[in-house]
């Protein structure tokens, strides 16, 4: 008898243990999350936390606003909908009933030893899809346990919805101040997840002095663009940047403001002659605008994509209320903490998009010079026409041309940012993705494959770190995952990857080429000259 009953004691002592470790206290209330397992390994999921009120009616294009505080346990159990987008920049088709407006949640992934014993480092990952897509429910919680929060990495990994689009970027009159809006709302979206997981991340084991912000394509240039802020000048530690473009080459204050104000119109809400100087004027349109159901706004912000009218990047907001970026960009680079930072893209990224400038293996010429002048304006060349006729020679079969997205917007990015970085005396790595046989273990539709002359491809890295299109892994892939996510978790714990890195020195252009043998393990070598001839072509059109 006696034993049953110590047995019972000890069935009753565990489950109390575990509920311990499942209800965290915040500032604003409890939640109650899961014990997530994957092959292997178990870690602690918290999936549905809100970090600001709801963006919906009345504060639909408004700057987040603070949470208020809950009663009771909040159940924290299952990704949140992600935020509402509809746009062809992303392979992937998420029907409207299957997203949401009320979307400002994020996720927090720990271990056991994190939630008892505390102060592990912490991720704070800003997800990409264009400005325009995707969301954290892309992202499988298992491999994410798996590569950080696991008993073996103990890192507390964060992931968070943001708005998006037109939601997220509406940019009606930059060159006043409103009261109803501000601009860059996808960027304050970030920044009040970030000053959330800096105040309450410590009830999840994690670190607050050991934030690292990491994103990937256009989420690696929000993290970038963050990092450059004043605003996030106590609240992050390290940064990586993974595909990021680099913010420098363009920023401007009328940052979709042609595409919004088309929206505007097409949506009954604004005409040809609305006058944009006056804010009056401007709330009325945007009380219009918030009186419309979501899904007409997001039809509408297709129809004006297809006439090339897409929202992207932030918005250099100096002028306005509570700015992201008080100075110029230039000047904010130049200023930039010295914080270490690690980035890098695949070896083929976007190889092939030329928008109609190679079509059925010919050159456009009309098209390529089109897609010349507006890359080298991006540039900031001296000479626009002279550099669009330097890019014309450059790009001017086939193949060269199909490289042009490639060279300037990622390959002299990462090259810049890694410059720029090691200018401030901060530890700087480059890396390349090289491994090209990933097969099916990238997986994003039927009938959608990727040809190998293409591979790795943008974001089929991400298969393996963070689960984003994860198919079906071979025992070779199993291990690529492990050697892959390792050099990260090196970075997030102690500022270097490992694997035979190398601090970057921008005369020699050095990265690590990272690519796996039969095995599965990693087979990386130090390599010099970072895509010098691109670098140094972009970069010597600003003279």
Not at 53 to 76: C, S, Y
């Amino acid at each position: 008898m006696l034993s049953v009953v110590a047995l019972l004691s000890s069935i009753v002592a565990v489950f109390c243990v575990e509920d311990d470790l499942l209800i965290r206290q915040l500032s604003l209330g409890a939640v109650h999350g899961r014990i997530l397992s994957a092959p292997n390994v178990t870690g602690y999921a918290f999936q549905g936390i809100p970090y600001a009120e709801p963006p919906i009616g009345g504060l639909r294009f408004m700057a987040p606003q603070p949470k208020n505080h809950w009663d009771g346990v909040l159940e924290t159990k299952a990704y949140r909908k992600d935020c509402m987008w509809n746009t062809s920049a992303s392979p992937a088709h998420v029907p409207y009933d299957q997203l949401s407006e009320d979307c400002l949640y994020l996720n927090i992934f720990s271990s056991e030893k994190c939630l008892k014993e505390g102060n592990c480092s912490v991720v704070f990952f800003i997800h990409g899809g264009a400005w325009r897509s995707e969301g954290p429910s892309f992202f499988k919680a298992e491999t994410l346990i798996e590569n950080f929060a696991s008993e073996e990495r103990n890192i507390v990994f964060v992931n968070f919805a943001y708005r998006l689009g037109f939601l997220g970027l509406v940019n009606l009159a930059p060159e006043i101040e409103l009261l109803s809006t501000v601009q860059n709302l996808a960027l304050h979206d970030q920044l009040t997840a970030l000053k959330f997981i800096k105040k309450e991340i410590s009830s999840f084991g994690g670190d607050p002095n050991k934030i690292t912000l990491m994103g990937h394509s256009s989420g690696g240039d929000n993290a970038y663009a963050l990092y450059l802020s004043p605003q996030t000048s106590d609240l992050i530690s390290q940064v990586i940047v993974m595909a990021g473009p680099d913010n420098s080459f363009h920023t401007f204050s009328d940052q979709n403001t042609k595409a919004s104000r088309k929206i505007a119109e097409l949506a009954g809400c604004a005409t040809e002659k609305t006058d944009y100087s006056r804010a009056d004027s401007v709330e009325d349109v945007l009380k219009c605008l918030r009186a419309l159901p979501v899904e007409e706004l997001l039809d509408l912000q297709r129809v004006v994509e297809a006439t090339g009218l897409e929202f992207t990047k932030e918005a250099l907001d100096q002028g306005g209320p509570d700015p992201i970026f008080p100075y110029p960009m230039a000047d904010l680079i130049k200023k930039k903490r010295p914080l270490p930072i690690l980035t890098g893209t695949t070896k083929k990224e976007l190889n092939g998009v030329t928008f109609g400038a190679v079509a059925d293996g010919s050159i456009h010429v009309d098209k390529l010079l089109a897609f010349c002048r507006s890359t080298v304006g991006l540039a900031k060349a001296v000479n626009i026409e002279e550099g669009a006729k330097q890019c014309m020679d450059r790009y001017s079969d086939p193949v060269s041309a199909e490289e042009i997205f490639n060279d300037f917007f990622f390959f002299t990015s990462a090259y810049n940012v890694a410059k720029s970085s090691f200018e401030t005396g901060a530890p700087t790595y480059l890396y390349q993705f090289e491994y090209s046989d990933i097969g099916r273990a990238h997986y994003v539709k039927p009938n959608y494959s990727i040809p190998k002359h293409r591979r790795p491809f943008h974001g089929q890295e991400l298969a393996y770190l963070l689960g984003i299109y994860r198919g079906a892994f071979t025992p070779k892939d199993v291990q690529i995952q492990k050697q892959w996510s390792q050099l990260f978790v090196n970075f997030i714990n102690t500022g270097n990857p490992g694997f035979g890195f190398e601090p970057f020195y921008p005369g020699r252009g050095n990265y690590l080429a990272i690519n796996f043998d039969s095995d599965g393990e990693m087979a990386a070598k130090v390599t010099e000259g970072f895509h010098f001839e691109a670098v140094n072509f972009w970069n010597g059109l600003k003279g």
